[in-house]
């Protein structure tokens, strides 16, 4: 076998300048995407329940299309298919003083649109989670149909919807890998070049999939901490894996080592 | 000690129900029933299960939409807006309005997990009403020191008892400074030392003149708070009357049985 340990440990904890720069790309497109996406399918969702035929077909069509066709398509389609047919071409724009590229725009887009489908199935489900009760309730205090959505319903829906997104943005970060076909500078394609430029191709993969898991880890602890926030919302316990038992443990350990003085004042003393 | 209700408009029944019929398919659950309820009464609904009472009251502030009869709310139609042929026809805006006058204690709380007692009870006056919002916080406060609950206000529903979550609906309901008060089963769901503390709450506010329409199958509770009784069977008033009347001399010998069967 050949393993370079040197180039390893220098590319996982002093990592090129380009491979960083692929690293904030990554996380700044998957980021964008999935803010975006959480928009757009709030609103798919919201026409997909809609009294007029006609949104509920867009939405149901939306989704269809997006969910029944693979992302990859989808970009390729969005980025050289629509060019190539003369019909619309993502070019280079500057806002703020950063120059972006058409494909990351383009990247941006696809991601968007095809997370978004996503988004409005988990919103659509998390939505249908809500007992019948609560509407009739905000009903006769006499809330509108929109304001019992925005109130009532949403903030109690989201708890069991952040689970299924956190889910589905995991596996969003992930899937940036593939806009290396279009030629976004992101961790994937940052990689690549540096496999080919230095030929320690097993090396700089392995660091590549440290970086992601890095990622994902990242991400799993900050949802914890989200799902902690909904639950307390309603009043329920939420238990962190690993944080809530070591902080239980560290704290009676401590308890047990030097009690505090009120545990040791006897009953009697405190009620007169 | 503010008013807990909005203030007297009009002599005459504060709510009159006339001849409703619901039907789901081919099984009409209420058969032409008529009941009305008069300032500051008491009107309780009893009866077997099945018998439609809760129908009948969840039409009242057209939950349940009647298959036909009408619903008057200080003899105006409830949710319908008089139209320049001199009829009245639906109004969805209207109907928002008449129903913000209605309070309404489910069977099964129905309060808003995510937010605090105090907030269940202000929410809607501040967000629906447009309130000021200091004052209605401040009104929520002492609506729940009413039904013992001051020391709650920060707690979420989830870790209340029944018994206290229902009190804190009773608070949200009388935010609103309803006409009258509704109460579908309003002890059903809890166990029953829970029960008395929710039945207090009422006939504190029916000693009050709170008018009311109570289903229950609390039958001592009904004698003690009620003006009148319906007795209710299959969709239809089976005997109506005073709770004297009602408890005391049944005319009914369908009455008498229902009453006996549940000592």
Request: hydrophobic content about 45%; overall charge neutral; aromatic content about 8%.
């Amino acid at each position: 076998m050949q393993f370079d340990p040197e180039f390893f440990t220098e590319s996982l904890f002093s990592p090129s300048a380009p491979f960083l720069r692929g690293l904030m790309m990554t996380v700044a497109v998957s980021v964008i995407s999935m803010t975006l996406a959480l928009f757009v399918g709030l609103l798919v969702a919201m026409m997909a329940r809609s009294r007029f035929f006609a949104l509920r077909t867009v939405a149901g069509l939306y989704v269809w299309i997006l969910r029944g066709t693979p992302l990859l398509v989808q970009l390729v389609l969005l980025y050289m298919g629509f060019s190539a047919a003369g019909i619309f071409a993502f070019e280079t724009v500057s806002i703020a003083g950063i120059s972006i590229a058409g494909a990351v725009q383009a990247a941006v887009v696809a991601l968007t649109l095809n997370e978004s489908a996503y988004v409005a199935e988990i919103v659509r489900s998390g939505l249908e989670t809500i007992p019948k009760g609560q509407v009739e309730a905000s009903q006769i205090l006499g809330m509108t149909a929109i304001s019992t959505m925005r109130w009532v319903i949403l903030p109690q829906a989201i708890r069991t919807m952040v689970p299924p997104l956190g889910n589905t943005f995991n596996q969003l970060m992930k899937n940036t890998s593939i806009l290396s076909v279009i030629g976004v500078q992101e961790m994937f394609l940052m990689t690549q070049s540096i496999s080919s430029a230095t030929f320690r191709t097993f090396e700089i993969f392995c660091v590549a999939a440290l970086y992601y898991l890095l990622l994902t880890t990242i991400w799993t602890v900050i949802q914890w901490y989200i799902e902690r926030h909904y639950n307390h919302k309603v009043g329920l316990p939420y238990e962190i894996p690993l944080v809530s038992s070591t902080v239980r443990v560290l704290r009676s350990g401590r308890a047990g080592l030097a009690r505090s003085p009120r545990e040791e004042t006897p009953k009697e003393v405190l009620t007169p | 000690m503010t008013a807990l209700l909005s203030e007297k408009t009009i002599s005459g029944p504060v709510m009159y129900a006339k001849e409703i019929t619901k039907t789901y398919g081919d099984k009409t659950v209420l058969h032409g029933v008529s009941a009305q309820v008069l300032e500051g009464q008491v009107l309780t609904l009893v009866g077997p299960s099945g018998s439609g009472k809760t129908t009948l009251l969840r039409t009242f502030n057209r939950l349940e939409e009647p298959t036909s009869g009408e619903i008057l709310l200080d003899s105006k139609p409830l949710g319908k807006r008089s139209r320049s042929d001199g009829g009245y026809g639906d109004d969805v805006q209207q109907l928002r309005l008449d129903q913000q006058r209605i309070g309404f204690v489910f069977q099964s709380f129905n309060l808003f997990p995510h937010m605090s007692a105090a907030e269940n009870v202000w929410h809607a006056p501040v967000r629906v009403k447009r309130e000021n919002k200091a004052e209605a916080v401040g009104r929520a406060h002492e609506l729940l020191g009413r039904v013992g609950l001051a020391d709650q206000a920060d707690q979420k529903p989830a870790t209340l008892s029944g018994g206290q979550q229902q009190r804190v609906a009773i608070a949200r309901a009388l935010a609103m400074r309803p006409r009258l008060l509704l109460f579908d089963e309003p002890t059903s769901a809890l166990d029953p030392e829970m029960t008395s503390e929710v039945l207090r709450t009422i006939q504190g506010l029916a000693e009050e003149g709170v008018t009311m329409v109570i289903v229950t199958h609390e039958m001592a509770f009904a004698r003690r708070v009620s003006d009148r009784v319906v007795v209710m069977e299959a969709g239809r008033i089976l005997e109506e009357g005073t709770a004297e009347q009602i408890f005391s001399h049944p005319e009914h010998e369908r009455t008498r049985r229902f009453l006996s069967s549940l000592e």
